[in-house]
Every structure is written in structure tokens, then in C-alpha cells.
């Protein structure tokens, strides 16, 4: 393995920043950033309160407590609204360094490293896409696939691809399977189990979801990135989507695509640029150093900041490109999104303590907690203002100020702009806006999805790594229903609850809006899109 010294100069010329945690933390920089977060919450909560208690009055200790619950929910939102604004604008911003550029310095002995493409695969394995990503133009690459498959027809379809590649061993090598006995530890259990076990001699892993696929000079591109900087322990590419035959995939794969690169791009501006789960090349002494992949959903937020305690950095390359399925229906939407808000939960709860940890940059704490807090808070503010509707309409007070609806409308809509400013260049602002109401609608309907989460891990149960579902079935209504039951029945409440207490639904608008909503998705999404 090929190594630099962590006192030798950067391509550039600079010297890397020490490690963090070498010297013995101050107070500040232990609680410099709970600080902040706090003082910014109360600042905004009050900010809120007043604006509501000038508009509404309230004249109960019911309205008193409604309206205090709304403005906290309020000022929290303004916060995940505030992050994602600041990320969307450094992301317009000139490139930084840890936006990647090949390294200066000429490495021939890179051809020498050993790389494994890791192929995780759970029943949704896809030949394609592993037949054309293994013909690397590093000449030490080797593809292995990490079979947690238990249908016999997919664990067949794998060994049908081993057998066509030793025929082909001349040319691109032969494919490698990795099974175990168990499923334990998710898919990072899976890649672990084969690092202790089979990675003695390999340098590097590309981590590779099932229907991803990676172009032939991606290892060796990735490589040259990650040793043209000592800290860096992980090149992430960006992730793109494949056009798909779905309406939903149609209306919504441009704006996961754009959001995502968004993200990736203002984080890496700041210097903390993360690990996606896949779609990355990986040191390997660097993954043994902190004991391989935490075996937890969100293993990809797990690891950034197991590195980054260890002063070791992740290196972002918009130019290193992969392509993926994006979520073919609602419900793999649906899927995808609660796994991450379980996982999000499971991390909370076992890093309880990363607003203090002075061994991460106060950016990165400030970072990694509100974007794991940020689906919570989603669903807290449709609880929260649910309770101050009631109030208001039972003691015949005016709503939420326009004020306030404009400003959450605003900050809520930021992850959408980079593709609502697509839009308008592409078809208007008329395209644009109706872009900006499906995609606001899109987003507001999982609260429900959100809540089960976090109450499932929040009682205790066991946070879920549930593969996303493939292929879209064009569901009836009927099984529509019974899989937005959750939705149809917290509308139901609501609905029963604002009748009883204030003699209207219109407090229950919110609940029956997203159950709507969940329910025309799924009934439209998964229809073929018209060519």
C-alpha cells in the first residue's frame, strides 16, 4: 500500500491540517457548537413566538402552550431550512480543494495496488451492470460479488455471471462470490465479513450497489485522487440516475440527481465532504484502522465520522461518475426514505454525545446532526402545528401569519431550486412551478412514513436496512390502500379530532393533504410515462 508520511506537503505545496483531537480540547471547542445550536433555536423560537402571539393573542393556557409547541417547531425548521440554503450556495461557489482534481504528481506504482469492485447484492442482483463496470482499465482490479441473496433464482443468476466470466478469463477476469451464513450487521456486515476474511491482499474496495454501474477508468482515476493527499481515506464520485420507464422516475429522477450533487458539492466546499454508501473507492488500511464499516442502516454517515476522528478526510469528485436506478415508485420512495430516517434515529442514538465531540470539526457536528434531524423535524412540525390549529379554531383565533407561511414555504422549497432553476430554463417558469408544488407535496407526504420511524426505533425496536424495492407494479387501488393505511388512518384521526373539538375538518387539512397525496402518488407513479 502506497502511503505518505502525515508531515509531508500536499501536491500544492500546503501542509495538512494537524489531526483533530491531538491536543487536549478546550471547553469551547467541546461545547461550541451545542452552544450555538441552542442559542440559535431560542433566538428563532422567540423570534417566532412573538409573531404568532402578536397575530393570534391567545387567551388559554391551551392556546399559551400551542402556540409556544408551534414557534420551537417553527425555529427548528427555519435551522434545517438555513443549512440547506448555506450548503446550496457554496455549492455555486468556486471549487475547493477537497473537491477533487487528479493529483499533479505522476504515481505509475498505483498500478501495482490490488482493488476490488464490491458488488452487495440481497435478491435484487442485476448481471448487466456488473458485466460492464468490471472492464477496468487498472489492471489490478478484481470483481467481487457479496451475495446476501436467499432466493435460489438470484443466487443461480450470480453463479450463471461467474461462469460466463471464467470462460472469459483471458480478457476482464473472472467474477468472485462471497456468501455467508448470516445477514447480521446489514450490508456492512457484508462488506466487513469480507475484509476479515478475504481482503488480505487488496489495497482498495469500490463499493457498488446492485444496479449501479461504474465506467472503465473509474478505479484509476479514483486511485490517483486518493493518494494525492495523505488524509484522504475515500474518493466519493457523483451519483447519477437512469432514465426509467415510471412516471415517477420521469417527473423526480433530474431532482434526487440535482439536489444530491447540490449537497455534495456545498458540503466539500467546507471541507467535509461525505461518504454516500456507494459510488466510492476506499482505503483499506483506513477502513481496518477504525474497525470497518459500523454495522448500523446509515453506515455511510457512521464511517464519515469515523474517519474524520481519526483526522482522516473524504474527497468528492464530481467528475468520477456512476449511475444508478433511481426509486421506480412511490413506494420505493417511501422505502428508501424511512430506512434512512431509521437509521438516522439509530445513529442519534448511538453517537448521543456528537455535539460534543471536540474531535470533529464544529462544522461537521453542526452539519451531520441537523441532517439527521432534519425528517423529525418534518414530522414534528405537522404534529405541532396540527395542535395550534386546533387551539385556534376551537377559541376562534386566526391561523399561522402569512409571514410565517411564506418564510417555511420558502426555506422547506431550497432543496428543490437547483432543479426548479432547470425547469424554467428547460420549459418556463409555468414548468417551474408546478415542479415546486409536486416536489413540495412529494416531500411533505412522507411525514407519516417519518413518525412510524422514529416511534419504531424510539420504543425500542430495532432500526431496518430494507432493500428498496426494483421494479414498479402498477398497484390498484385496493393494495394502494392497504399500503398507505398508515396515512388514510392518521387523516381518519384527524379529521375526528378537529370535528369533536372545534366542530370543522379545516384543522385536519394538513393530515388529509398528505394522505391524498400519498395515495395519488402511488397510484400514478408506477404507470409507464408516455415516450
Same mark, same amino acid.
Given at each position: 500500500?502506497?502511503?505518505?508520511? +502525515? ?7 500546503? =501542509?495538512?491540517?494537524? #489531526? ?11 461545547? &461550541? ?5 441552542? $442559542? ?48 446550496? /450556495? ?37 448481471? %448487466? /451492470? ?14 467481487? $460479488? ?17 461462469? @460466463?466470466?471464467?470462460?472469459?478469463? &483471458?480478457?476482464?477476469?473472472? $467474477? ?60 466519493? *464520485?457523483?451519483?447519477?440516475?437512469? #432514465? ?8 423526480? =429522477? ?28 476506499? %482505503? ?11 454495522? $448500523? ?111 417555511? *414555504?420558502?426555506?422547506?422549497?431550497? +432543496? ?5 432553476? #432547470? ?5 418556463? +417558469? ?5 415542479? !415546486?408544488? =409536486? ?24 432500526? @431496518? ?8 407494479? =402498477?398497484? &390498484? ?45 402511488? !397510484? ?8
Amino acid at each position: 500500500m502506497l502511503t505518505t508520511g +502525515p508531515d509531508e506537503p500536499h501536491p500544492d505545496g500546503s =501542509r495538512p491540517r494537524p #489531526r483533530h483531537g491531538e491536543n487536549v480540547p478546550g471547553p469551547l471547542a467541546t461545547l &461550541g457548537p451545542a452552544l450555538a445550536l441552542a $442559542v440559535s433555536w431560542t433566538v428563532l423560537s422567540a423570534a417566532a413566538w412573538l409573531v404568532l402571539v402578536s397575530a393570534t393573542r391567545p387567551a388559554s393556557p391551551l392556546t399559551w402552550t400551542t402556540t409556544t409547541l408551534a414557534a420551537t417547531a417553527i425555529a427548528a425548521a427555519w435551522l434545517v431550512g438555513i443549512r440547506a440554503a448555506v450548503l446550496l /450556495v457554496a455549492a455555486t461557489r468556486r471549487s475547493h480543494p477537497s473537491v477533487g482534481r487528479r493529483a499533479r504528481i505522476p504515481r505509475p506504482e498505483l498500478d501495482d495496488l490490488v482493488v476490488a469492485l464490491l458488488y452487495t447484492t440481497a435478491d435484487d442482483f442485476r448481471a %448487466d /451492470v456488473v458485466e460492464r463496470s468490471m472492464r477496468q482499465t487498472h489492471p489490478r482490479t478484481r470483481t467481487v $460479488v457479496l451475495d446476501d441473496s436467499r432466493g435460489a433464482g438470484t443466487r443461480a443468476a450470480v453463479d450463471a455471471v461467474v461462469s @460466463r466470466t471464467e470462460a472469459a478469463a &483471458g480478457t476482464v477476469g473472472a $467474477v468472485q462470490v462471497v456468501r455467508r451464513t448470516d445477514r447480521r450487521g446489514f450490508k456492512a456486515g457484508n462488506i466487513n465479513n469480507y475484509l476479515r476474511h478475504h481482503a488480505d491482499d487488496v489495497d482498495a474496495v469500490v463499493i457498488i450497489d446492485a444496479d449501479q454501474e461504474i465506467g472503465p477508468d473509474f478505479v484509476r482515476t479514483a486511485l490517483h485522487h486518493l493518494h494525492a493527499i495523505p488524509q484522504v481515506a475515500v474518493v466519493q *464520485g457523483a451519483i447519477r440516475s437512469r #432514465r426509467g420507464e415510471t412516471r415517477f422516475v420521469r417527473d423526480f =429522477r433530474r431532482m434526487f440527481d440535482t439536489h444530491l450533487r447540490a449537497v455534495s458539492a456545498g458540503r466539500a466546499r467546507f471541507d467535509m465532504a461525505t461518504f454516500a454508501g456507494r459510488g466510492a473507492l476506499l %482505503d483499506v488500511r483506513a477502513l481496518r484502522d477504525v474497525g470497518g464499516l459500523p454495522e $448500523v442502516v446509515t453506515e455511510d454517515a457512521a464511517l464519515t465520522l469515523e474517519l474524520a476522528r481519526r483526522g482522516r478526510t473524504v474527497r468528492y469528485v464530481p467528475g468520477l461518475v456512476s449511475v444508478e436506478d433511481a426509486p421506480t415508485d412511490y413506494t420505493a420512495f417511501t422505502t428508501q426514505f424511512g430506512k434512512f430516517t431509521e437509521g438516522a434515529m439509530q445513529l442519534l442514538g448511538r453517537d448521543r454525545g456528537l455535539l460534543f465531540d471536540a474531535r470533529l470539526r464544529p462544522a461537521r457536528r453542526l452539519d451531520v446532526f441537523l441532517d439527521l434531524v432534519s425528517p423529525l423535524v418534518g414530522a414534528v412540525m405537522l404534529v405541532s402545528l396540527f395542535g395550534f390549529a386546533l387551539a385556534a379554531a376551537a377559541e376562534r383565533m386566526p391561523g399561522i401569519p402569512v409571514p410565517l407561511g411564506a418564510s417555511l *414555504g420558502i426555506l422547506g422549497s431550497v +432543496p428543490l431550486l437547483p432543479e426548479a432553476i #432547470r425547469s424554467v430554463r428547460r420549459g418556463g +417558469p409555468v414548468t417551474a412551478a408546478l415542479f !415546486l408544488l =409536486r416536489g413540495g407535496l412529494l416531500y411533505a407526504s412522507v411525514a407519516i412514513v417519518t413518525l412510524r420511524a422514529v416511534l419504531r426505533v424510539g420504543l425500542g425496536i430495532r432500526a @431496518r436496512f430494507v432493500v428498496t424495492p426494483k421494479n414498479s407494479d =402498477r398497484a &390498484g387501488l385496493r393494495t394502494v390502500v392497504r399500503r398507505r393505511r398508515p396515512e388514510l388512518a392518521a387523516a381518519a384521526a384527524s379529521v375526528l379530532v378537529a370535528v369533536l373539538m372545534t366542530g370543522t375538518v379545516a384543522p385536519a387539512g394538513a393530515f388529509c393533504v398528505v394522505a391524498a397525496t400519498a395515495v395519488g402518488y402511488s !397510484l400514478v407513479g408506477g404507470r409507464l410515462a408516455r415516450s
